[in-house]
Every structure is written in C-alpha cells, then in structure tokens.
Nanobody, 115 residues
Framework: QVQLVESGGGLVQAGGSLRLSCAAS????????MGWYRQAPGKQRELVAT???????NYADSVKGRFTISRDNAKNTVYLQMNSLKPEDTAVYYC?????????WGQGTQVTVSS
C-alpha cells in the first residue's frame, strides 16, 4: 500500500487561490498516475485532475483553465494549484495513486470557498 498525506486545504473567498500537496510514501513504482478527486456534501466523488509519471495531464471540464496539476517525481509529490476558486469548488479533496495494481487514497483535505 502507498501512503498519501495531503495538505493545503482551507477557507478562501471566491476568486482566491489555494495550493494542495500530496506526498506519497511506500513502495512506489516509476510508472503511475496520481490525481485529485473531490466530493461535495450529498454528491458522488468526482475527478478533478490526474497526471501520469510522464507528465500527461487530464482535467475535469469544470476546472480547466483555473486549476493546474503538477508533480515532483523525485519527491513523489503531486500538487494542485487552484485559482479563481468558486463556491461550487467547495468539497473534500482526495489524493489518489494508481499503478495498475494499487489504487490508494489519502484521508482528504477540506476546501471551502465562501461567496
């Protein structure tokens, strides 16, 4: 199992920015996909963005142009820079790690955007 520790959530006003970080530890193979998902109250967990170990990215339409995912492979850390935040971005954000065998999740970090 890969351990994932998230940080960087908090309360921000609409239009503001936050940066989430997720550090992975454990037995990590070089080929993997890390990403961010979110779950708002009463809703299903949804994809926000993913990034492969080679740097390929994928974004939900709702965050394109506002969020940027990046990673530091040397540190096994993935980041999510969130700009122009909206109240509808309020959710618990979860870090995810996949490598074809494992599918591990972090504990989640709360992001609250006030209007």
């Amino acid at each position: 199992q890969v351990q994932l520790v998230e940080s960087g959530g908090g309360l921000v006003q609409a239009g503001g920015s936050l940066r989430l970080s997720c550090a992975a530890s454990g037995r990590i193979f070089s080929i993997n996909v890390m990403g961010w998902y979110r779950q708002a109250p009463g809703k299903q967990r949804e994809l926000v963005a993913t990034i492969t170990s080679g740097g390929g990215t994928n974004y939900a339409d709702s965050v394109k142009g506002r969020f940027t995912i990046s990673r530091d492979n040397a540190k096994n850390t993935v980041y999510l820079q969130m700009n122009s935040l909206k109240p509808e971005d309020t959710a618990v954000y979860y870090c995810n790690f996949k490598d074809g065998v494992r599918d591990d999740w972090g504990q989640g970090t709360q992001v609250t955007v006030s209007s």
